[in-house]
């Protein structure tokens, strides 16, 4: 059974995958600790409200997901939120909507005990947890510097999922040195 934490969102800290930061000093961090500031005020507000059950931020960065996209697509509130969000900026002045499409980017959040993807435009929230994570394939693309992580996981119905998200290869390269850190394999 999982533990309630605050807010009375479950917690993931009964996963046997994770790295503390508690437990490690800067020197030994196998990775480079990216600061809150980069993530949009969506992302900000999730690292805050995720703290106490998903434990300390330890990195994340703005992406693109056409697989995570898709499964937003499939939940009728995430598709009123988008539609919410939609009517709202219509009757914006082109500053205010170039200034809140900047707000509503998709990002991945990597936490002590889990990988959270969130689909701002959608207001939608996938949390892995990194037992759940089998394993996460990094793909540089050629020239371009992006690169692709493919994540096979075991979501909440038990099931095999293989979703891909795009980013910058320095983002990706981040997630998978965290991930290694959390004990998850990378290849």
């Not at 931020?57 to 937003?72: H, I, N, P, R």
Request: proline share 3%; net charge positive; charged share 25%.
């Amino acid at each position: 059974m999982k533990r309630v934490g605050a807010a009375g969102l479950p917690s993931d800290k009964d996963s046997k995958k994770y790295f503390l930061l508690k437990n490690n000093h800067a020197g030994s961090i196998p990775f480079t600790i990216v600061p809150l500031e980069i993530l949009t005020p969506n992302g900000q507000k999730l690292v805050e409200d995720f703290r106490k059950t998903k434990g300390e931020f330890l990195g994340g960065g703005v992406m693109k997901s056409v697989d995570f996209e898709q499964l937003a697509k499939q939940n009728p509130r995430a598709l009123e939120v988008r539609r919410r969000l939609e009517m709202q900026t219509s009757f914006m002045s082109v500053k205010e909507t170039i200034k809140m499409s900047t707000q509503v980017t998709s990002e991945w959040i990597a936490f002590e005990y889990s990988l959270v993807i969130s689909q701002t435009l959608y207001g939608h929230i996938t949390s892995i947890k990194w037992d759940e994570i089998d394993l996460i394939k990094i793909k540089k693309k050629r020239f371009s510097g992006e690169a692709t992580a493919q994540i096979h996981y075991w979501d909440k119905k038990n099931s095999s999922c293989i979703r891909t998200i795009q980013s910058s290869l320095r983002n990706i390269c981040s997630l998978g040195d965290i991930a290694k850190a959390c004990g998850v394999a990378v290849g």
